[in-house]
T-cell receptor
Framework: RKEVEQDPGPFNVPEGATVAFNCTYS??????FFWYRQDCRKEPKLLMS???SGNEDGRFTAQLNRASQYISLLIRDSKLSDSATYLCVVKRSGGSYIPTFGRGTSLIVHP | DAMVIQNPRYQVTQFGKPVTLSCSQTLNHNVMYWYQQKSSQAPKLLFHYYDKDFNNEADTPDNFQSRRPNTSFCFLDIRSPGLGDAAMYLC????????????FGPGTRLTVT
């Protein structure tokens, strides 16, 4: 089983839709969680960290479910500019500085 | 602006011809990473430096080497590139006490002919 797994998609949604992605992780000792956004042929950029209590940043909401070992990203009122690949990143505990990336979920928002 | 810079942005090399990719940072971060990313795949960590301490991932081929002459610079050397080494190579940095990566360079897209 891969350490971090994501449905690659693509998720094809109309403007204004609400869309949610999940990401599962296998290491129960994982400590830190992030969502990154990667546009085509560009570098990943941090979208938001994921906190235990869940957190929101504008139209984006991130949740962590430690019992089931997954994190989620919810995007409300999708915009065309949200079209990108969303990478889930999980960092192990124990003093390691090495985050593990999922392969990403592709989102296409159409008019 | 403080940033992570990678040069060149696009590199074409011939099969078997050594190539060096460079990364520099003005963030004064302790940790520097090299990732390889192929199309529709997750970035794959090749190695990282914590200050001068080099850490190689177990499955990184010997063909890939790295140097970090000072805090600001890190190089990726591919000794004998094969067609399978064509990819985007991403450099990233973080502070030692950071909880995760923060800054990626724009990447170098390597083509092997």
């Amino acid at each position: 089983r891969k350490e971090v797994e994501q449905d690659p998609g693509p998720f094809n949604v109309p403007e204004g839709a609400t869309v949610a992605f999940n990401c599962t992780y296998s290491n129960s000792a994982s400590q830190s969680f992030f969502w990154y956004r990667q546009d085509c042929r560009k570098e990943p950029k941090l979208l938001m960290s994921v906190y235990s209590s869940g957190n929101e940043d504008g139209r984006f909401t991130a949740q962590l479910n430690r019992a089931s070992q997954y994190i989620s990203l919810l995007i409300r009122d999708s915009k065309l500019s949200d079209s990108a690949t969303y990478l889930c990143v999980v960092k192990r505990s124990g003093g390691s500085y090495i985050p593990t990336f999922g392969r990403g979920t592709s989102l296409i928002v159409h008019p | 602006d403080a940033m992570v810079i990678q040069n060149p942005r696009y590199q074409v090399t011939q099969f078997g011809k050594p190539v060096t990719l460079s990364c520099s940072q003005t963030l004064n971060h302790n940790v520097m990473y090299w990732y390889q990313q192929k199309s529709s795949q997750a970035p794959k960590l090749l190695f990282h430096y914590y200050d001068k301490d080099f850490n190689n991932e177990a499955d990184t081929p010997d063909n890939f080497q790295s140097r970090r002459p000072n805090t600001s610079f890190c190089f990726l050397d591919i000794r004998s590139p094969g067609l399978g080494d064509a990819a985007m190579y991403l450099c990233a940095t973080s502070r030692a006490d950071d909880t995760g990566l923060r800054d990626f360079g724009p990447g170098t897209r390597l083509t092997v002919t």
